[in-house]
């Protein structure tokens, strides 16, 4: 499902050089629920911003669904983003003035969707993420957990082939956080989703199926 070969990313500050991914060649089977984990700097949100094409690494092979990205145009990748992908990011990006259901039907409407398909299947993921009673709050009558969980509602809107998740449970308190991975592993079951997720909190390892471990910008083990 998403392979890279030898891949690097180097980072320009001026004369100094931050070698962030120092050729990464690894993979993610469709279905796994992968943690990317490692100490701080080791290039875990690099390497995700990379095989999430947020990015452009400096070298090396991304292949997604058996497409080479680095052959695609920008708006090809943007297509791509939209259509294959789902994101988590750990401060929620909800829109603030749009409700949960709206901001769920984000991503379904921006691929230019039927909008009461898009409206029905947002209704049904809020319910997914167990806030069926809170469709027409607005951002801020909701919890950094409840956030969250529409965070992952949307990133489900267009049945992604692949979710990633940067620290999704970094501004969580440990019952929330629970919640949340608890969320991750069933739709990661129930629906076959495979998501790879960054984290650096060892208690999250058993929810995960393997980790890719980094260190110094290079897997240093990987866990079956
Ligand atoms: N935009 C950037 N510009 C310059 N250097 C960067 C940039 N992003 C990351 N880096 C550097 O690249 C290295 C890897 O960073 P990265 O954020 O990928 O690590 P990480 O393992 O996710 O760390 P953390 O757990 O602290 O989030 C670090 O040395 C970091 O300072």
Known sequence: MVKTGDLTKTYHMGNVQVHALRGVSTGIEKGEFVGIMGPSGSGKSTFLH?????????????????QETSL?????????????M????????LIEDLTVLEN???????LGRDYHEVMEIAGGLVDDVGLGGR??????????????????????MNSPAI????????????????????????LN??????????????WHTEFFDRIILF??????????
């Open 189 to 202: 079951e129930e629906k076959n989703q495979t998501v790879v997720m960054v984290s650096h909190e060892p």
């Open 104 to 110: 769920v039907a984000i991503p379904g409407l921006g």
């Open 163 to 186: 979710v990633f998740a940067d620290e999704p449970c970094a501004n969580l308190d440990t019952e929330s956080s629970q919640t949340i991975l608890k969320l991750f592993r069933h």
């Open 72 to 84: 695609m145009t920008s708006e090809q990748k943007a297509r791509f983003r939209l259509d294959q």
């Open 50 to 66: 990379q095989v999430g094409l947020l990015d452009t690494p400096s070298s090396g092979t991304i292949c997604i669904n058996g």
């Open 135 to 156: 469709a027409d709050h607005l951002r801020k009558e909701l919890s950094g957990g409840q956030q969250q969980r529409v965070a992952i509602a949307r990133s489900l």
């Open 215 to 224: 260190r110094d910008g290079r897997i240093e083990k990987k866990s079956e």
């Open 86 to 93: 789902g994101y988590v990011f750990q401060d929620y990006a």
